[in-house]
């Protein structure tokens, strides 16, 4: 693995640090009979906390462990109780001092059956921050995840319950992941990595980003993702992807889940993707597919010891040489327990030959932190088959199924997997089993075959595993039964392979294959960020070069004149397209400063507003989208102040924009179909710009749209006066998606055939085709150099004293990227020889008084200085500029004490009285 330093060397700015958040700690914490507080190991999730000690002990990375502390328990208690909190806070089980949860978080540090010894003088391997969430109730934390996503993750459907219960769950599970937030950021240093793993944590990541915009935050999720028509059924399903976009990157454990995850961006929450990434409002989120191994050395030789092996032979004498088949699951609704004994009992009704002769062994666990929502069917259905098969094929010296539910020790397990002759999986849904991978490693003297369903994760890292449906019982008896026929030769074969590729997934590959896709993506981002930075250079040169440029440009009647023009600027306008990577996140705007500049302007202020996405929200019916009265009120204050002046620079075209603007406010310029018309401020007419255009093209890109309109439903084409656009945002994201990538080709192809001086442009689920030489930023740079948006040839100032003092441009598509490119054109000159910067601000933050600012998040890509998450913040920021928004007036996240209330609340002071009344109770019982 490549090291820190190595990265650092690379321009990426990592710490060296990553935190993991894990669901909860590896380690039961429960009270003794004499009233301390103990630990013990937690069994399950092996295969995560050895990715968590390779980093530690075999790499230079500094690894924390952040999770839960789980539910307490009584000793010997085998499932935690929840207490009604109506129990007096004498009987109160769950009290832990100070000192006492210092005592718990050490212990679980030092546990060597969890991490290993340190060695002497050396910090323990591992370093633990628990999150203490102490409730009577304990296990509110898990509802929400337990019996809403689990089931839905697992292709089953949720059971009814009460609005107000799956409210209350809803806020717990806000309350968990808020919890977690608040821990990593008392732990944070800029340039970790935050590791975030599986369902319990789906909001983490975005909570994250909003309070620690610049992290760099990949998530995991081990569980099966499922198709979109599950994932809808959720209430919160929109909230829930959008908490799992926060992240820099999403894992998954097959590509299957990739593209299930991915139909679910596009279809619920309208994002464009591609195989490997979401588009979330122009930033890019990469989605991956990682499949999980198993730590295969350490496998190898715990498998192999004496104890194991001596274990191996007393089960061979148990089953008096019998034919071995074993399994090890949860005992759940979706592991496949109930179909691997229908099936076992159809191999024996199929091949009689076999009875007397073959013995299933069967291990089911039911982890005690599984809610019984999922454990009571399975198991009476388990029990009446175990039943009716040993009773049917069993005698007295032979029973064909040996179940048995409890956990069984290491060694024994181990022992298991050495001496079966076919392991069988039959999981209905599943993200890796990693029972089949180490099986895998302890077969490698016997080469015995394993069975595994098709629908566990598995199954796509283990091609040449003998793979069934568990549902086709017939089918998996035959598979037995060839198994149990299959020579030597070939079965080594079969295992060799399936070793090779155990060995080439282990954990500490996945560990690795996760950590390098980010780092090299921030790599990337790192190089990007130069070439960005040199392409705005060659940008200022071609603004320059370019200012004979313009509309009537095209009317020069040197034909190669003209060619060379379009080229020039078909290379530098209209589309944002970045390399690849990730961008450097975009700063939040700062208010004070742009509060402070418009204030105390003495010239002219220049508003330059996109609408939609930045004045009102983006809907599915573009007709819909009207202004608020919110707004409006807030255009006219701007308005009324006559050092303003306030032009909406849209892709909208005439009629709408005069609609709802023109006639209201005439001290309102406006610029409709993206620059191609004008309407200055205290003007009744358009000017149009492109009025000595060819507009031929027309009939050419309508009818490639009015065919691909027949093939989309749902879609519909918008013809204005001179561009023309197709939208696809009610159509099937799947159909759509497809058709767009044709549509825009055939565009292409057809119109640059023709010679036509026009570009096709991808908007935010519409193709749009407009003049080549008309745009936004044209539009802004003439604004700005002669206030006159009609005069067609504007030159370079070479003074800009003369200009608006304070230009504030708003956008949030790419169309609005031109406008920002061409205020940073503008600003190097406009700083360097005219306004100088005597608060020693850097150009790279904000030239003074211009403020190209994008909407959306944080780390899309943009040229902007600086961002606005949304249409609402763009409104409080119009109004904090009118002062009817106090600067002050923000919004943040929930914080909760150590006992699950939100601080400073009234159910979190009356908790502190309680445990204070406690304390004093058992300060004077100690006296007596």
Not at 493 to 498: F, G, I, L, M
Not at 514 to 531: A, R, T, W
Request: include cysteine.
């Amino acid at each position: 693995m490549i090291t820190p330093d190595q990265y650092k060397k690379s321009g990426v700015p990592v710490s060296g640090r990553i935190l993991n958040c894990v669901t909860q700690l590896p380690g039961q914490i429960f009270r003794t009979h004499d009233k301390r507080w103990d630990v013990k190991s937690l069994r399950g999730s092996s295969a995560l906390y050895a990715s968590n000690k390779y980093l530690q002990t075999h790499t230079d990375w500094e690894t924390h462990l952040i999770g839960w502390t789980g539910e307490l328990y009584e000793e010997n208690e085998t499932v935690p109780r929840s207490i009604p909190e109506a129990q007096k806070i004498e009987n109160d089980p769950l009290y832990l001092s100070n000192e006492d949860k210092q005592n718990v978080e050490d212990q679980i540090k030092s546990n060597d059956l969890l991490y290993g010894k340190a060695s002497a003088g050396e910090e323990g391997p591992a370093r633990i921050h628990a999150v203490w969430l102490l409730r009577k109730d304990q296990d509110r934390w898990r509802q929400y995840a337990e019996n809403v996503l689990w089931p839905v993750l697992h292709y089953q459907l949720p059971e009814a319950t009460g609005g107000n219960e799956q409210i209350q769950w809803w806020t717990d599970y806000v309350k968990f992941n808020e919890a977690y937030a608040a821990k990593v950021r008392s732990i944070y240093k800029p340039g970790d990595i935050i590791w975030v793993h599986d369902y319990y944590l789906l909001l983490l990541p975005q909570i994250l980003r909003m309070e620690i915009p610049d992290s760099y935050i990949v998530h995991f999720l081990h569980v099966p993702f499922p198709s979109s028509e599950y994932f809808r059924c959720l209430s919160k399903r929109q909230i829930l992807l959008d908490g799992l976009l926060g992240a820099n990157q999403v894992g998954f454990q097959s590509f299957s889940f990739c593209r299930h995850f991915l139909s679910c961006c596009t279809r619920l929450l309208g994002y464009d993707v591609n195989p490997k990434c979401v588009f979330v409002h122009s930033a890019k989120v990469l989605v991956d597919a990682f499949p999980l191994g198993v730590d295969v050395a350490m496998m190898s030789k715990n498998a192999f010891v004496p104890e194991v092996t001596a274990k191996v032979s007393q089960l061979k004498k148990l089953t008096s040489g019998c034919k071995l088949i074993v399994g090890r699951d949860r005992l759940d609704s979706v592991h496949g327990v109930v179909q691997k004994l229908e099936a076992f009992n159809q191999f024996l009704e199929l091949f009689p030959r076999w009875v007397g002769h073959v013995v299933l062994i069967q291990v089911s666990y039911t982890p005690p932190t599984l809610l019984p929502f999922h454990t009571s069917t399975p198991a009476e259905k388990v029990a009446e088959l175990v039943t009716k098969i040993n009773g049917r094929y069993g005698t007295l010296d032979y029973t064909p199924v040996l179940h048995y539910r409890m956990p069984i020790p290491r060694s024994e397990y181990l022992a298991l997997l050495r001496a079966a002759d076919i392991c069988l999986v039959t999981c209905v849904r599943d993200g890796m089993n990693t029972t089949a991978l180490e099986y895998i490693v302890c077969q490698k003297e016997n080469a015995a075959p394993l069975v595994l369903s098709e629908f566990s994760g598995a199954a796509s890292l283990l091609p040449d595993s003998y793979q069934v449906n568990p549902w086709d019982t017939v089918g998996v008896a035959r598979t037995l039964n060839d198994c149990l026929l299959l020579p030597e030769e070939r079965r080594k074969v079969v295992e060799n392979r399936c070793h090779d590729s155990v060995c080439k997934h282990s954990v500490q590959h996945w560990t690795e294959a996760v950590l390098k896709s980010l780092l090299e993506s921030l790599m990337l981002k790192e190089h990007n960020n130069e070439d960005e930075s040199l392409s705005d250079n060659n940008l200022k040169v071609d603004m320059k070069d370019t200012s004979e440029m313009s509309i009537d440009g095209m009317l020069d009647p040197n034909e190669a004149l003209r060619k060379k023009e379009r080229a020039e600027v078909k290379e530098s306008l209209t589309t944002f397209q970045p390399k690849g990577g990730l961008l450097k996140p975009t700063p939040y705007l700062n208010k004070p400063l742009l509060l402070q500049c418009y204030n105390s302007a003495v010239r002219k202020r220049l508003f330059l507003f996109d609408y939609d996405g930045t004045l009102t929200p983006i809907v599915k019916d573009p007709s819909a989208a009207i202004p608020s009265a919110r707004l409006l009120s807030l255009l006219s204050d701007l308005l009324n102040d006559q050092q303003n002046v306030v032009w909406i620079v849209s892709g909208r075209d005439q009629k709408f924009l005069e609609k709802w603007f023109g006639a209201r406010f005439p001290a309102l310029g406006l610029s409709a179909e993206h620059g191609c018309f004008v309407k200055p401020p205290g003007s009744t007419n358009w000017t149009n710009l492109v009025a000595k255009m060819d507009l031929s093209w027309q009939r050419v890109a309508e009818g490639i749209f009015e065919y691909f309109t027949e093939i989309t439903p749902g879609s519909f084409i918008e013809k204005k006066k001179v561009a023309i656009t197709w939208h696809y945002r009610k159509a099937s994201p799947d159909i759509a998606s497809f058709h767009e990538a044709e549509c825009f080709q055939k565009l292409e192809d057809e119109l640059s055939a023709r010679d036509y001086d026009v570009t096709v442009i991808r908007g935010k689920a519409n193709v749009e085709v407009r003049p080549l030489f008309a745009n936004k930023g044209e539009i802004a740079r003439r604004l700005i150099l002669c206030e006159d948006p009609t005069v067609q040839r504007p030159k370079m100032r070479a003074s800009y004293m003369d200009c608006p003092e304070f230009v504030l441009c708003l956008g949030d598509d790419t169309t609005d990227e031109d406008m920002f490119r061409a205020l940073n054109a503008i600003a190097e000159k406009w700083h360097e020889e005219n306004v100088p910067l005597t608060d020693n601000r850097a150009l790279d933050s904000y030239p003074y008084g211009l403020f190209p600012v994008t909407v959306g998040p944080a780390n899309k890509y943009t040229v902007a200085k600086a961002y606005l998450s949304d249409p609402k913040q763009v409104l409080d920021t119009l109004g904090m500029l009118l002062g009817q928004v106090s600067i002050f007036d923000t919004a943040g996240s929930v914080e909760l004490d150590d006992r699950g209330h939100v601080i400073n609340s009234a159910s979190a002071r009356k908790s502190l009285q309680n445990r204070r009344a406690w304390q004093q109770k058992r300060l004077s019982d100690s006296k007596k």
